[in-house]
């Protein structure tokens, strides 16, 4: 069983869950992001341990805080640049321990683990315009396995100190660190920038891909990358995807290549912004995270993906 999160946080028999914001609040009923999130923490036991680039949403603020006046052990990773403002201040008044990164590029993730078996990641920033005006999405699973392989790369930040790192670290890391998870018949494999070389792995899902690649994208600049798709597209796959608008017309970003080659891509129509960072392959293959397809996401910052092989989760993205 795992513990899910509806609109009244009620208790459910499913293996996991999809989230997304609704900007325009068009659905009544939906449980977004954030209201998973604060429900996660409302009902967190013993831990949770989170890696968040900007951490300001008032509501997720007071859910941390609640959280740790129950005797909950909450821990957190930010970015140095957002390490400021009065959210910061009341979590650091509470008592609530925050490693920053000492790295000139960004601590990008966006994930939790709570009770040390419910994981929470996505593209969803804890601020309230990625919680209320952006399009963002998020996902929780229930899987020791899997969180204790976000949990390493946890302790790597918060207790280590280790943020940047081009390559595993310590003695055989390489080949003995685990990335795959078997979550209730449902193949999970995660990955972590800069050290896994993240954009040849989405690259050789998209050589691989039979059908089709979809995607939705809020800052697309990879060369390589653009490349690809424009080549699959060309050999006949189904290729099609969205943009942030707001890019489009930096010198760096695949849009217009992209459309002069022909793959139907277009502009999201968000006044605010259109966050996510989501492929979807063959109608069965997820890849979502806090990676955009950019050189700094895959050389730089410290990023996650998460591979989900499924239809059902497939479709709803």
């Known amino acids: 069983m795992i513990i899910l999160f509806s609109p009244n946080f009620a208790v459910t028999e499913q293996a996991w869950q999809v989230y997304f914001t609704d900007p325009g609040k068009k659905c009544k009923n939906c449980t977004t992001p954030e209201d998973a999130l604060a429900g996660l923490l409302d009902n967190c036991r013993t831990s949770f341990y989170g ?3 900007d951490i300001s949403a008032e509501r997720i603020i007071n859910a941390l805080i609640r959280a740790h006046g129950r005797g909950v052990d909450v821990k957190l990773v930010t970015d140095d640049e957002n390490f400021s403002g009065p959210g910061i201040n009341m979590l650091l008044e509470a008592g609530i321990a925050i490693v920053t990164d000492n790295s000139p590029s960004l601590m990008h993730n966006k994930f939790a683990v709570a009770d040390g078996e419910l994981v929470f990641t996505g593209s969803y920033n804890t601020t309230d315009n990625c919680g209320h005006k952006n399009n963002n999405n998020a996902v929780i699973f229930r899987s020791a396995e899997l969180a204790e392989i ?3 790369e946890f302790e790597e930040m918060f207790k280590s100190r280790i943020f940047g790192n081009k390559k595993e670290t310590g003695p055989f890391a390489e080949l003995t660190r685990d ?4 979550v209730n018949g449902i193949d999970i494999n ?9 954009e040849k792995i989405i690259l050789n899902r998209i050589k691989k891909a039979k059908s089709s690649v979809y995607f939705l994208c809020f800052s697309f600049t990879s060369d390589d990358i653009g490349e690809m798709l424009i080549t699959r597209h060309k050999e006949g796959l189904k290729v099609a995807g969205i943009f942030e608008k707001k890019g489009i017309n930096n010198d760096y970003s695949e849009y ?4 002069i080659e022909g793959v139907p891509v277009e502009t999201d129509s968000n006044i605010h912004v259109m966050h996510h960072k989501v492929i979807v392959i063959d109608g069965y293959r997820v890849i979502t995270g806090s990676y955009n397809l950019s ?4 050389t730089k910052n410290d990023e996650n993906i998460i591979i989900i092989d499924s239809s059902e989760i497939a479709l709803l993205y």
């Open 51 to 53: 890696a968040f680039y």
């Open 150 to 152: 976000y949990l390493v």
């Open 179 to 182: 990335y795959y998870a078997d």
């Open 190 to 198: 995660v990955y972590f920038a800069p050290e896994n070389n993240v």
């Open 256 to 259: 217009t290549k992209m459309k």
């Open 295 to 298: 050189a700094n996401a895959n």
